[in-house]
């Protein structure tokens, strides 16, 4: 079992920051890869970057490569998404979720409770 929640959303500007955090626990989880997705109004959820914990390697989603960037500590079991010249096209759901490293982002295994970004113009 792998329990995740998630922190940091809010209100920023475009152009703005905003950092998120997803705070991981439960056992062996070092077999996970952790991601984030979004979903904006009257849109599909979407995986916007993950990375494999024990590895360390990263995947961007286009919409946010060179903006957004995520990043684990391990000593604190948490994993973060800086998210950098925010645009309003930002604004969403923001969720954090785990699958097993033989598993699929088409169904991950774990997901946390959401976080609401807004931004606006």
């Known amino acids: 079992q792998v329990q995740l929640v998630e922190s940091g959303g809010g209100l920023a500007q475009a152009g703005g920051s905003l950092r998120l955090s997803c705070a991981v626990s439960g056992r062996t989880f070092n077999r996970y890869y952790i991601g984030w997705f979004r979903q904006a109004p009257e849109k599909e959820r979407e995986l916007i970057t993950s990375i494999w914990w024990s590895a360390g390697i990263t995947y961007y989603a286009d919409s946010v490569k060179g903006r957004f960037t995520i990043s684990r500590d391990n000593a604190k079991n948490t994993v973060y998404l800086q998210m950098n010249s925010l645009q309003p096209e930002d604004t969403a759901v923001y969720y954090c979720?785990?699958?097993?490293?033989?598993?699929?982002?088409?169904?991950?295994?774990?997901w946390g409770q959401g976080t609401q970004v807004t931004v606006s113009s």
């Open positions: 979720a785990a699958r097993d490293f033989s598993g699929s982002w088409s169904r991950p295994d774990y």
